[in-house]
């Protein structure tokens, strides 16, 4: 089969395209004929040596991605839930090694859902990381409630287009921040307010938030307590809850944390469940075939992607 790998870390170009063999899956695993990757920030950041680049180097060959969607054609023993033949998608082994850079994929069957048969495989593949950090954030960590106020950072992002419509679906209020020419798509998504970063500094324009997704760090969180009201919750997604954002945090009466995704097929099936019926819909601003990936990694880079960058690979 074709894959992605790198032998050095290095720049986009760096992705070396190589034929391997078909990977063998194990006990509880499913081979998947893969047809649509995502890319993701922490793709880029690995691919340079950073993030988890040295986990997967303990298990060469390195192949980058997590994100997929495609066709089941083998399953492992004790696997109930798939048969060859389904179409799956999901988030494979994060944080660990997914090898998601390849015309085949093993993935344990608890990281995967079935995709929805309205739902093309590239969009399929979009939700997958990014859908799933939304959602474990705003319903399993900060449990949102209707009517609470929600503010988003990057919200025109790939998180951060998902957070605003996960927030709709649960009745919310959502403010989001983005700048000037991406303020039409979040409220579009969904977003009741738009905040433009580069006019104003957020923590001057909002209050009384229940809940902030932040995806920007130490700086933007410890700002961002300024939104929220007593019994708030700040959860990271870049690590931003550090020393100094608990002790103003606890100062004022605020739950602050930092959270990384998982995988999980039964969080998958949910936002399986809601792309079906139209109610979580992946933007997908560009396409780009196999062997341009290092040209998806580039536009990445550029952190001015409005929703998911994708690459078909069949």
């Known amino acids: 089969m074709k894959a992605f790998v790198v032998n050095e870390p ?10 391997l063999e078909k990977p063998t899956i ?6 998947i004929k893969v047809r ?14 950073k993030a988890f680049f040295n986990t997967l180097k303990e298990t060469p060959p390195v192949i980058p991605g997590w ?32 090898s998601a ?3 085949y994929v093993a993935a344990p069957e608890a990281h995967l859902a079935h995709k929805p048969a309205n739902i093309p495989h590239h969009e399929a593949a979009a ?26 950072h990057a919200a025109a992002g790939g998180v951060g287009h998902f957070a605003i419509q996960i927030a709709k679906y649960f009745k919310a209020f959502v403010i989001g921040t983005a700048s000037k020419e991406n303020h039409d798509f979040i409220r579009n998504m969904g977003a009741d307010e738009q905040v433009d970063y580069n006019e104003y500094k957020v923590e001057d324009v909002v209050t009384d938030v229940d809940i902030v997704l932040d995806s920007l760090g130490e700086e933007n969180s410890l700002r961002s307590l300024k939104c929220l009201k007593a019994g708030g919750k700040l959860v990271s997604i870049l690590g931003g809850a550090k020393e100094a954002v608990q002790q103003e945090a606890q100062k004022r009466n605020i739950e602050a944390k930092s959270y990384l995704v998982h995988s999980s097929g039964e969080d998958m099936a949910k936002i399986a469940d809601l792309m079906s019926q139209g109610k979580l819909t992946a933007h997908v ?30």
């Not at 990381?129 to 409630?145: C, G, P, S």
């Open 285 to 314: 601003s560009r396409v780009y075939d196999f062997e341009d990936i290092a040209k998806a990694h580039a536009q990445v880079e550029t952190r001015k992607t409005r929703g998911k960058v994708v690459v078909n690979i069949s």
């Open 10 to 19: 290095g720049p986009p170009d760096s992705l070396t395209l190589t034929e």
């Open 127 to 152: 939700a997958t990381l990014a859908a799933l950090t939304a959602w474990q954030v705003l319903v399993n960590e900060a449990d949102i409630q209707p009517g609470q106020r929600v503010l988003v």
């Open 67 to 98: 994100d997929i969607s495609g066709e089941v054609v083998e399953v492992g023993e004790k696997v109930s839930y798939f048969k060859p033949g389904d179409e799956v998608f999901g988030m494979v082994n994060f944080p660990g090694n997914g």
């Open 36 to 49: 649509a990757i995502s890319i993701n920030p922490v793709d880029t950041k690995t691919r340079e040596g």
């Open 26 to 31: 194990k006990e509880g695993e499913v081979l």
């Open 101 to 103: 850079y390849a015309e």
